[in-house]
C-alpha cells in the first residue's frame, strides 16, 4: 500500500497518546483522493496561518491539509477545525481527520507529510525550516528568514544540502495580488528610468506600550518551547498572542523576537529593491543609521527610524517612515514608484492637500507603458505565491523567492537593525556576511540564546 494512503486522525501526539490512523482507500474519492494531493502540514496556526497561507494553499486543488501544529494546544485544536470545516464548505464532509500536534517535531516524522507552511514567530522561522528539509519535506515559510544572519545562512546551507523546495513568503513577487512589483522590477532592470542612482523604502514604525504583570502561563501553552532558543522571561499575554482571538501579536513589538518593522515590512519591501535593482543574491557594503527605541515598556522594538546603505553597484537606498510605504527607483531619466496600493504623501504644511501617489506610479505616464522587447531581461512572472511553490513542488525548479533570495533579503534588514545601534558606517562584506574592521558590530550579528531550543547546527 502506498505511503498516501493513511490519514491520521486528530490527536494530540504530545501527550503520548497516538490513536490508529484512518484509512481512505483511493478508489472511494478517485483522482480527488488526498492520498493523491501535496500532502501539507501546518506548523503555527495564528493570525496570517488563518488569514493567508491555508487559504491560499488549500485552494489549489493539488494540496491537501493533513495536519496542524502550534504549541499554544487551543491554536492547534483551531487550526484542525478550520481545515475541516474548509473542505466541508467545499462540499467535501469527512475528508480528511487533520491530526493535532503541539511539538512540530512529531508532526515532521510522520513520512506521509511531503510539505510544510510555516507561519511562526520570527524566532521560530529558521529552525523548524531546517529540521523540515532534514526530514525530506518541503517549505514555505513566511517572511523574515531567520532572526539572525547566521541562521539564515544555516537555513539556506542546508536547504540546497538536501535539495528540498522553498518559498519566501515574499508575496510582492507574485501576478497575484500585486502585479505591479514585477511590473516595475521589470521596467527598472530594463532600464526605464536609465542608471539607476537612488531607492527610497517607506517602512511604517510600531509605537512602544506600557509595562504588563507577569501572569499565570495558560494550560495549553508550551512557554518554555514557545520562548525558543531566546533568554527566558516571564509570561505575560501581550508579549506572546491573545488567548482570545487572532488579532495582531504583541511578539511582533518585542525585539527578543525580531527586530520590528524593518524586518516586518522592511523584509517586502527590501526585496523588491533587491528584485529591481538585480542584487538579490548579494547586500549593501555600507550601512548607517539611525532611530528611537523605547526607554521603557514591554514593545521595544524601533520607532522612528532612517537608514542610508550603499550596494557595489554604487546605488544608494535609504529606508525610512518619513518615505510614502513603497519603493522608488529614482535613476537618470526618472523614477518608478511602487506599492501595494495608493498612497496618499502628507505635506508638512496643513494648508496643502497631499498628492496621491498610484499603486504603480513614474514620473512619466509613457516610462510605465513600455513594451520589454524579447531581447531584454524578462522576470520570472510567478502566480501566487502559494501557487508556485506548490507548482515547484511537482517540477522541483526553484520558485520565484527561494531560499538564498529570502536569506539576502532578511540580511539587509538585519544589517540595517545593527546600524540602528551603532554610530558611524558600517562596512558590510556581503561575501563573507561579516562587518569589516568592527569586532562590536560583529559580536551583535549573534544574539543571546540557550538550549535546549537553539539549533546547534554547525555548518
Known sequence: MKRRVFLKNGVV??????????IIPSHVLGKDAPSNKIRIGQIGFGRIARSHDLPETLKNSIAVGVAVADLDL???????QWIENFYTEKGKPGYVDVAVYQDYREMLQDGSIDAVLISTPDHWHAQP???AALAGKDVYLQKPASLTIKEGRQMSDIIHRTGRIFQQGSQQRGSTPWPQFHRACELVRNGRVGELQRIEVGLPGDPSGNEEPPMPVPENLNYEMWLGSTPYVYYTEKRVHPQDGYSRPGWLRCEQFGAGMITGWGAHHLDTAHWGMGTEYTGPVEVEAEATFPKSGLWNVHGDFRVHARYANGVRMEVSGAFPNGVRFEGTDGWIFVSRGNVTVTSSDPTKPGKELKALDASDPKILESEIGPNEIHLYKAPEQHEDWLNAIQSRKDPVAPVEVGHRSCSACLVSH??????GTLHWDPQRERFIDNDRANAMLQRPQRFPYGTGYVI
Do not use: C, N
Not at 501526539?13 to 484512518?22: E, F, R
Not at 487551543?74 to 484542525?80: E, N, S
Not at 545593527?418 to 554610530?423: D, G, T, W, Y
Open 13 to 22: 501526539a504530545s501527550a503520548g497518546t497516538m490513536v490508529l490512523p484512518t
Open 74 to 80: 487551543k491554536r492547534a485544536r483551531d487550526g484542525k
Open 129 to 131: 525550516a531546517i529540521e
Open 418 to 423: 545593527i546600524a540602528m545601534k551603532l554610530p
